[in-house]
T-cell receptor, first 115, second 115 residues
Framework: ETGVTQTPRHLVMGMTNKKSLKCEQH?????MYWYKQSAKKPLELMFV???????ENNSVPSRFSPECPNSSHLFLHLHTLQPEDSALYLC??????????????FGPGTRLTVL | AQSVTQLGSHVSVSEGALVLLRCNYS??????LFWYVQYPNQGLQLLLK??????LVKGINGFEAEFKKSETSFHLTKPSAHMSDAAEYFC?????????????FGKGTKLSVKP
């Protein structure tokens, strides 16, 4: 595997379900990100982890719970979601989350549908 | 607040024609600027970035962009469009505010290429 991988690629869940999204980067990077991409809205940064420490929580509702056990893995735990949470969830990584010149590398995303 | 504006949510060109996608940023301090491309059902891929070296930046797939401080612009161009260029293009900035490494994205421009 190379680059940034995300599983599952598609997920359909009810509002009472609990599910998790997984992201793995094979680039040796130290920073990982979760973004939400909705139709007709700019990409929204949700969470940032730098060296496994959360450095950004962009006012995300508590029904989204991130976890970063090591610099290569990032999870997004989902529970009691709302239909408006349906979106493409993108994971990204970069060498240094504090360097504004760094390139972020994106995974293919998980298409989430909340019924 | 810092922002990125992409003029035109949808641009259509003929194959072989010039591609021009517009991006303006609002900041009193020149930021770092990026163009990403997203093909259907995929994540974002870096096309090119400006990190305060040369103002004319060349990227992949024949794209280039010019940083113009006086116009606060970073427009993306390609001399001759190809069918494979059909995708959504995102302009982004970093180096603004307290979270230096975070990207702020524009709303995106969808490029269609007619045969």
């Amino acid at each position: 595997e190379t680059g940034v991988t995300q599983t599952p690629r598609h997920l359909v869940m009810g509002m009472t379900n609990k599910k998790s999204l997984k992201c793995e980067q094979h680039l040796g990077h130290n920073a990982m990100y979760w973004y939400k991409q909705s139709a007709k809205k700019p990409l929204e940064l949700m969470f940032v982890y730098n060296f496994k420490e959360q450095t950004e929580n962009n006012s995300v509702p508590s029904r989204f719970s991130p976890e970063c056990p090591n610099s290569s893995h990032l999870f997004l735990h989902l529970h009691t979601l709302q239909p408006e949470d349906s979106a493409l969830y993108l994971c990204a990584s970069s060498q240094d989350g504090l360097d504004p010149r760094d390139t972020q590398y994106f995974g293919p995303g998980t298409r989430l549908t909340v019924l | 607040a810092q922002s990125v504006t992409q003029l035109g949510s949808h641009v259509s060109v003929s194959e072989g024609a010039l591609v021009l996608l517009r991006c303006n940023y609002s900041s009193s301090v020149p930021p770092y600027l990026f163009w990403y491309v997203q093909y259907p059902n995929q994540g974002l891929q870096l096309l090119l970035k400006y990190t305060s070296a040369a103002t004319l930046v060349k990227g992949i797939n024949g794209f280039e962009a010019e940083f113009k401080k006086s116009e606060t612009s970073f427009h993306l161009t390609k001399p001759s469009a190809h069918m494979s260029d059909a995708a959504e293009y995102f302009c982004a900035v970093s180096g603004l505010g307290g979270s230096q490494g975070n990207l702020i994205f524009g709303k995106g421009t969808k490029l269609s290429v007619k045969p």
